[in-house]
């Protein structure tokens, strides 16, 4: 049972435009979600994180928004440039004291220059 | 500063065989994590330590695996009778701790296993 999903496996955006990435989550305890970008061959790279307790977090070019209710998040950038093509993971992590993250299967951006 | 690292990057090794995974948190760092990723997946949790004990090992597959975090500093995890199913890249992750609870996890580069 996949408690986070990325249902869409690719992206593709031209450049200077949004990326919208979209995650869909099924265990109301979790209470913090994070994003990370991942490189080929190269572990994943965190990028920017949401509470529970906000419904937005803007960091440069990069916004996440969290719907509770639909149990939805998802991970706007803009502009898009070249070097953001990378998978893109969306993370996990209940309250309490368990601290592991579940991770989706990632989205495979790529932005065309 | 140095970022978590872990050794070796690539490890072939043939079924039945014994394996030993190094990694290397950030220094300062608490908390450390083991996922494992297969093709095509996310990472998927194996264990936490927080100090030396491990707080969580739920993700540990069965018996064969283990991970030891003996000074609370470097952690190895160690696969006995490897199967061509534990071919995936296994990844360490540190975080710090803060008031609040544990801090953002930082993810070494992995080290690819193969299994033959």
């Known amino acids: 049972d996949q408690q986070v999903k990325q249902n869409s496996p690719s992206l593709s955006v031209q450049e200077g435009r949004i990326s919208i990435l979209n995650c869909d989550y099924t265990?109301?305890?979790?209470?913090?979600f994070l994003w990370y970008k991942k490189y080929p061959a190269e572990g994943p790279t965190f990028l920017i994180s949401i509470s529970s307790i906000k419904d937005k977090n803007e960091d440069g070019r990069f916004t996440v928004f969290l719907n509770k209710s639909a149990k939805h998040l998802s991970l706007h950038i803009v502009p898009s440039q070249p070097g953001d093509s990378a998978v893109y993971f969306c993370a996990a992590r209940p309250s309490g004291s368990a601290r592991q993250l579940t991770f989706g299967s990632g989205t495979q951006l790529t932005v065309l220059p | 500063g140095a970022g978590v690292s872990q050794t070796p990057s690539n490890k072939v090794t043939e079924k039945g065989k014994y394996v030993e995974l190094r990694c290397d948190p950030i220094?300062?760092?608490?908390?450390l994590y083991w996922y494992r990723q297969s093709l095509g997946q996310g990472p998927e949790f194996l264990i936490y330590f927080q100090g030396t004990g491990a707080a969580d090992d739920s993700g540990l597959p069965n018996d064969r695996f283990f991970a030891v975090r003996p000074e609370g500093s470097v952690s190895t995890l160690k696969i006995q009778r490897t199967e061509r199913g534990d071919s995936a890249v296994y990844l360490c992750a540190s975080s710090p701790r803060l008031a609040g609870g544990q801090g953002t996890q930082y993810f070494g580069p992995g080290t690819r296993l193969t299994v033959l």
């Open positions: 220094s300062g760092h608490t908390a």
């Open positions: 265990n109301s305890m979790f209470d913090y």
